[in-house]
């Protein structure tokens, strides 16, 4: 395997904002919310959405796992205020990114899988929703960026001629597949099955769960790629 030392600007320090102690201390709470935002998230969807009771049970389980636990976890390993895997080499986070990425990978089609499998015993029409039709634009922006992290995994092997723009296309595909991702979530709390679930004020607080991991992502991965010039004011 060939190894990664993909440069990857600590946030906020192309804008010199590292000077300011009260953006490092927010940025600081920030993260810690976003990860708890994610964990707790997915600990409440598995939780109402009954594991074992149907098939569609794992529908929800497998997807809030992989979108909102896995690709958050594995994207904010790589923020400069760390993360609950307390790994300074960067091969050791590189190596971790992957693994998450593939259990997303993993969980997605699961969870389709179980999802599909319930439409078609119940025989309802399939991607008659905009969370379906989102969720399908979700997968396939998943299954470009996993292309590009093998391209980067393996470069000479898949006959890559520029590795700095492919960093660029992996990071933004990334965000792009993200942001999709949040808002399929978001789509999953108009559907019939999760108002009839969850409703009155708790319905709102889920309504924001998923935006403030997503902010703190966007931030970090918008911050890592832009131009490294300090503020010399
Ligand atoms: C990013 C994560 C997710 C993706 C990519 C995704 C994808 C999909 C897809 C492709 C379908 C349509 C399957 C078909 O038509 O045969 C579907 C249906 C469904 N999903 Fe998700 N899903 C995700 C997260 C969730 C979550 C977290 C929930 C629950 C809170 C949920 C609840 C549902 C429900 C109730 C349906 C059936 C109604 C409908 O078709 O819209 N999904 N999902």
Not at 18 to 31: G, M, N, P
Not at 102 to 113: D, E, H, K, S
Not at 156 to 175: A, D, E, F, N, P
């Amino acid at each position: 395997m060939v190894r990664l030392d993909v440069e990857y600007s600590p946030v906020g320090e192309g804008l010199g904002m590292r000077e300011f102690w009260v953006y490092v201390w927010l940025r600081r709470v920030a993260v810690i919310a976003a990860h708890v935002t994610a964990l707790g998230l997915t600990v409440l969807l598995s939780v109402l959405s009954r594991p074992g009771t149907s098939l569609f049970s794992w529908h929800p389980l497998c997807m809030s796992v992989g979108f909102c636990l896995c690709m958050t976890e594995g994207i904010l390993l790589f923020s400069a205020e760390g993360s609950p895997f307390c790994f300074k080499s960067r091969n050791a986070k590189v190596r971790l990114h992957w693994l998450l990425q593939a259990l997303v990978l993993l969980t997605a089609i699961t969870g389709v899988a179980f999802m599909v499998a319930s439409k078609n015993v119940s025989e309802h029409a399939h991607l008659a929703t905009w969370h379906s039709l989102l969720g399908t634009g979700t997968l396939a922006a998943t299954a470009l960026q996993a292309g590009c992290g093998a391209c980067l995994l393996f470069p000479k092997l898949l006959g890559v001629s520029s590795l700095q723009r492919l960093k660029l296309y992996h990071g933004t595909c990334g965000l792009v597949a993200y942001l999709l991702s949040t808002v399929t979530v978001t789509a999953a709390m108009f559907t019939e099955w999760f108002k009839a679930t969850v409703s009155g004020a708790a319905w709102y607080v889920f309504l924001l769960l998923p935006l403030f991991p997503a902010l703190v992502v966007m931030n970090q991965i918008t911050n890592a790629y832009l131009p490294k010039k300090k503020i010399t004011t």
